[in-house]
């Protein structure tokens, strides 16, 4: 039971720190782009994961003959290096709330949809009904006329972005648990953030390097790759393991929670009419999924064993 709680907290402390990315990613310079953004936050990320993988492994960053697949490295760069790009811009021009909600909302839509298309895996009545309303959800929030001051008729554009970010994510994470085959999530993590820091490093080098001038610039840049990027994969990888699989889909929920809570206290976004209308039908949505696929994952589990059971008895 100790053990399962510590989990538990530390998946709840992940999310937590995945949350803070949209706030502190506002008090960067506005001469800072996107890539560059991204470029320094995964680089720092992956220097943090390659340290606790060192410090764990004896030295070293990889499990001895490790081999990933040229295509899931490649493909899981390009893709993440694009979700890092397009989210910074919707957080710049829709605002923390409604970006990060959009980013989160849409990943269980889209690997349904891919599962559905690609994989032929009929997907459940209890994903259609939650996508639905996390689809309309996001959809009111883009649509809504009235959220941060001055963001006006940028909101549908800002929208666009983290919807496109969370496409990215969710091959990202196909990607990722393709990897997971041949090596630890924390492995995989570290090898496709590593990469993809240095598919977007070129781009990032040609814009205006000006800020890096700035302590409290690079105190964030580095607060970006620590405290939400390394910090929140090693608590949630290590976490994970002590909890049932499932339990995580709840706990995920503090990311969305812990970002609309620093963007309505510390930057004074507000939601108003159908865009507080939207961010609920997100939440719920995201719940009703999360709930869903706990009771899946148990009654499967529940299944086995009873079957276990059977077998032993016979």
């Known amino acids: 039971m100790h053990e399962s709680i510590t989990g538990a ?54 499990t001895r003959g490790i081999r990933f697949s040229k295509r899931n490295l490649l493909v899981g760069a390009v893709a993440l290096a694009v979700a890092q790009a397009t989210l910074y811009l919707g957080i710049r021009t829709a605002g923390v709330t ?58 549908l554009l800002g929208s666009l972005f983290a919807l496109t970010a969370g496409a990215g994510w969710t091959i990202v994470g196909t990607m990722l648990r393709n990897m997971q085959s041949v090596a630890s999530p924390l492995e995989s993590a570290c090898a496709v953030m590593g990469a993809s820091s240095l598919f977007m490093l070129p781009f990032a080098l040609v814009g205006d390097l000006s800020w890096a001038r700035e302590p409290n610039s690079l105190i964030l840049v580095l607060a970006l790759g620590l405290l939400s990027s390394a910090i929140p994969y090693w608590l949630f990888t290590t976490g994970a393991r002590k909890i049932p699989a499932s339990h995580a889909f709840l706990y995920g929920l503090t990311e969305p929670i812990t970002a609309s809570f620093l963007g309505i206290l510390i930057l004074q976004e507000r939601l108003r009419g159908i865009g ?39």
């Open 9 to 62: 907290i530390m998946v709840l402390l992940s999310g937590v720190c995945w949350g803070t990315y949209g706030t502190i990613a506002s008090f960067l310079p506005k001469t800072i782009s996107s890539l560059t953004v991204g470029a320094l936050r995964l680089g720092i990320g992956a220097l943090g994961i390659a340290c606790v993988l060192a410090l764990t492994h004896r030295g070293r960053v990889f």
């Open 98 to 155: 409604i970006a990060t909600m959009i980013f989160i909302g849409t990943p269980p839509l889209f690997s349904g949809v891919y599962a559905q298309l690609v994989k032929r895996e009929r997907q459940s009545v209890s994903w259609l009904v939650s996508s639905i309303i996390i689809a309309a959800g996001c959809a009111l929030m883009a649509l809504s006329e009235q959220t941060i001051e001055g963001v006006g008729s940028r909101l």
């Open 276 to 314: 507080a209308l939207g961010y609920s039908a997100v939440v719920a949505g995201l719940l009703l999924f999360s709930t869903w696929e706990m009771r899946k994952a148990t009654n499967r589990r529940t299944a086995t064993t009873g079957s276990s059971q059977d077998s032993s008895a016979s």
